[in-house]
């Protein structure tokens, strides 16, 4: 590939992610520091790119260099979004997640697919019981942030900043159409967490682990309403206005990791999850379809309890909320 076509190549492809009501020429100037005109004769070849402006903007649209020049590697890039307590608080985490929401729900055509190991991460945000004990559980052993190092839990610890937010992230996801892939291991870890604080000794009292595993219960119930409907909705929602906007699958064997796919109709975008909340992200077209290639082959393999698939999806989710049952009648001995 020589230099002029992957100049095109890479103008091509950064305009294919751009919602169409954003400029190019603008964020192109804002990127690299230049004027519009500048930025103009770059995008219209004039101006060849040097390899400093060329890597600025891979970096910014999270763009392979080497497919750019067309070099086969083996190698992919990936942007990874890492939260600490200095440089990347958890509100900018929190932020930044529905940043890439919203740029989503941007296009007409657009769709999450969720690979979830865990209960996924949006549907925290639609109990603030259960967004509480998460935020808690967050801040203090995955963050081991210093105001919660000898804190106790309380179900009013969110502040009204993170509660927006978490409002405005359940509210945005329920807007766009996804595939939800599950296991009856899903609600495993929350049930773990709960419990290994519950013996370490983190609640004030058993009440407040009641009022946990009640949420916990009463998520579970409103996504199984959610499946049987075919569409997101909260609890205190209607239905109808987000029709045939969620598939619901069940699968029977160990998914691994969390994997989030958001498809667009100029992009493909792959979100990794490690170390519990840090996260890594890539547009890499070859390793997208992979990924994307090996979603529907997971889906293929199981069984869609969404709208139909009523026996499955009872047999399904009473796994769950039994889980769940037990945990509150062991509070109750």
Known sequence: MNSGNS???LFDHIKEMLQEDI??????????????????????????????????????????LDRLLGIKSGYTL???????????????YLNNILGHLNQLNGFLHKEIIYLSKDLPFFHNFSNEQLFAFHYYFWMKSILRHPDFENKQFSPNCLTPEIKKIGSELIHTYNKIPSTEIWNT??????????????????????????????????????????????????????????????KFFYNRMTLGDNTI??????????????????????RDVKFCEDVYSDLQGRMRRSTLISNSGEKQRNIFFNILLHKIEDRKKSLLI
Request: hydrophobic share 40%.
């Open 7 to 9: 100049q095109d190549f």
């Open 23 to 64: 400029s190019m020429v603008d964020i192109i100037s804002e990127v690299l520091h230049i004027s519009s005109d500048s930025a103009y004769r770059r995008i219209r070849g004039e101006t060849p790119l040097v390899l400093e402006e060329a890597k600025v903007l891979c970096d910014h649209f999270q763009i392979s």
């Open 78 to 92: 990936f942007r990874t979004e890492r939260i600490d307590n200095q440089n990347f608080t958890f509100e900018k």
């Open 185 to 246: 291991e899903c609600i495993n870890s929350i049930i773990f967490q709960v419990e290994a604080y519950r013996e370490a000794g983190f609640f004030n009292a058993e009440k407040d682990i009641m009022l946990i595993y009640e949420a916990l219960e009463s998520t579970i119930t409103h996504l199984k309403n959610q499946a049987e409907a075919g569409c997101k909705y909260l609890p205190e929602g209607n239905p109808d206005l987000n029709k045939n906007n969620f």
């Open 261 to 282: 796919m958001g498809i667009t109709d100029h992009f493909k975008m792959v979100f990794l999850n490690y170390d519990v909340m840090n996260y890594m992200t890539t």
